[in-house]
């Protein structure tokens, strides 16, 4: 099962507005539409559990946290993210959606507003 996390990132909206106007234009049928979607889906949470090395640390204050159905949700308040000993970016406000796919588990999340840079 591949989580559909990424689908509302700048790639995955670009890509279903692209598969919309493909299949309004007739030039591919809706089933193959969702089929190539499917397909992100999973590219998007292999890619991101195999590919990305680079670790960060974060701190802030917990305002809520929530499990279900298998998907932790985290909102956090005055966050600082940390690469190795400098400063990267602070934020408001910070949702950490988590969720465990076959013993992996994948991340997404949501600065508001968008990060500032701090220094």
């Known amino acids: 099962m591949s989580y559909q996390l990424y689908r509302n990132t700048t790639l995955g909206n670009c890509l279903q ?3 919309d106007e493909l299949v309004q234009a007739g ?3 809706a089933p193959l539409a969702l089929q190539v979607l499917l397909q992100f889906d999973k590219s998007m949470n292999n890619a991101l559990a ?3 090395k680079s670790k960060l640390t974060f701190r802030g ?3 809520t946290y929530r ?3 298998n998907v932790w949700t985290f909102v956090m308040n005055g966050v600082d ?3 190795g000993c400098s400063d990267v970016c602070s934020v408001d406000r910070l949702r950490i959606v988590a969720c465990d796919g076959k013993g ?3 991340w ?3 600065c508001l507003p968008n990060c500032l840079p701090v220094g």
């Open 61 to 63: 204050s917990l305002r």
């Open 17 to 19: 507005e692209s598969l």
């Open 27 to 29: 030039q591919i049928s």
């Open 67 to 69: 499990f279900c159905d």
């Open 104 to 106: 992996d588990v994948c």
């Open 81 to 83: 993210f940390r690469e």
């Open 108 to 110: 997404s999340y949501l």
């Open 50 to 52: 195999s590919k990305v």
